[in-house]
């Protein structure tokens, strides 16, 4: 009664989405993965900046250089996972706020002028847009399977630069056979609000 949402669109984004280990063979399209962003692009951030950056894995020599650094118990399901993106984040996201934040270009140097600031905000925001696109994912009919059992370095050094952070490795696509463990307990509103 509380929610506006339809119950099956909830259904799809949060009670019936799971965490996929297994996929299908049915390839995810350019135009999918177009979509889930212009979709997940609108979440909010700190003064709109866009520090999220996907690279999306699709040839099988860059899958193979990937699943090398990927730990042990990730390695299978990101070798077979019809898709799989490396979301990172972009340290050096200031220099694109004056055209995000046309009504106050200065936010650039005032506040993103020490690299230090930069990284912190870039790890916060690009992590939001993160959560964004996985809840993008799941609005295409697809499957996520977000990892960070991985070697951040040697991810970095393969695919990115030095102003760019590896966040998390994400898997999509359909669910296949035995896709999930039994869904793990969450905690109550209870246990997790308080008022003042
Ligand atoms: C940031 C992040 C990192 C994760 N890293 C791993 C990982 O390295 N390996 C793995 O098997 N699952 C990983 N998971 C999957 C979580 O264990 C899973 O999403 C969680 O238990 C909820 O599962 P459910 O969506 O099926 O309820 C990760 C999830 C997130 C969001």
């Known amino acids: 009664m509380s929610l506006v949402l339809d119950p099956a669109a909830q259904d799809l984004l949060f009670r019936e989405a799971r965490t996929a280990n297994t996929f299908t063979d049915e390839p995810v399209t350019d135009e999918q ?34 699943v090398q650094h990927m730990s042990e118990g990730n390695r299978p399901k990101t070798a077979t996972a019809p898709l799989v993106a490396i979301l990172a984040a972009d340290n050096e996201f200031h220099e694109e706020l004056p055209a995000l934040l046309p009504h106050f270009p200065q936010a650039k140097d005032v506040f993103f002028g020490e690299r230090p600031v930069r990284e912190s905000s870039a790890t916060l925001n690009a992590a939001l847009q993160a959560a964004y696109f996985i809840i993008g994912v799941r609005a295409a009919g697809l499957a996520a399977g977000p990892m960070t059992g991985y070697d951040a370095a040697g991810i970095q050094k393969e695919f990115l630069d030095g102003d760019h952070t590896p966040l998390m490795v994400v898997n999509i696509g359909k669910p296949g056979e035995d896709a999930w463990f039994p869904r793990s307990p969450r905690l109550s509103y209870d246990e997790v609000v308080t008022t003042v």
Do not use: C, H, M
């Open 33 to 66: 993965v177009q979509a889930i962003y212009d979709l997940a692009k609108f979440g909010p951030t700190a003064f709109n900046q866009s520090p999220l950056r996907v690279v999306l894995v699709r040839s099988a020599e860059g899958r193979e250089r990937l």
